[in-house]
């Protein structure tokens, strides 16, 4: 008996932390549906969005690293206070500081060739890396990564518009 009481109240806990969880994606999102950069919903791309608040008080919610980035170099003359980037696995938002890193690999990136990945938990990352390639990395090396794709992703894009354009 006492071991069903125990079961029922773990599946109980892992219920209302899952729900807790999802709350505060859904909250994030609702309060910042599309990602000021490119548009796109950051509710599609929960797994790569950004929140940026910075020191003057505003806040600049994006897609991905791609648009984080592209919002942080036209926002220059401000310092950002905080920057948190979404972990890929539960979708809450986690400093991106502190976040380990997967930088490429097979999974296809968002806004991006080259995907740029965070995960809160270092085994998690690792994980991940086992299963779809990529290399580990720091916030600063996702962020480098980011400007250093954004002409060759340009360049496909246009590319890809000619094929298009009669």
């Known amino acids: 008996m006492k071991g069903r009481v125990l079961v029922v109240v773990l599946v109980a806990a ?11 994606v859904q909250e994030d999102i609702a309060a910042q549906k ?3 950069v490119c548009g796109m919903s950051r509710e599609m ?6 929140l940026v608040e910075y020191d003057n008080g505003s806040v600049s919610a994006t897609c991905s690293a791609r648009c984080a980035a592209l919002d942080m ?3 220059m003359g401000r310092m950002p206070k ?9 979708r809450q938002l986690i400093d991106a500081e502190k976040a380990y890193w997967v ?7 968002v806004m991006s060739s080259r995907a740029k990945w965070a995960f809160q938990k270092k085994q998690e990352a690792e994980g ?13 090396e996702a962020l480098k990564a980011s400007f250093e ?13 000619k094929k298009h354009d009669h």
């Open 14 to 24: 892992f219920f209302l932390a899952a729900a807790a969880s999802y709350a505060q």
């Open 34 to 36: 599309n990602c000021r």
């Open 45 to 50: 791309f929960s797994q790569s969005r950004f």
């Open 73 to 75: 170099s036209l926002n």
């Open 82 to 90: 905080s920057i948190r980037v979404a972990d890929f696995t539960t």
């Open 103 to 109: 930088i490429g690999g097979k999974k296809e990136g």
């Open 128 to 140: 991940f890396r086992a299963k779809n390639g990529g290399k580990p990395g720091t916030f600063q």
């Open 149 to 161: 794709d954004m002409y060759k992703d340009l360049k496909t894009f246009w590319g890809n518009m």
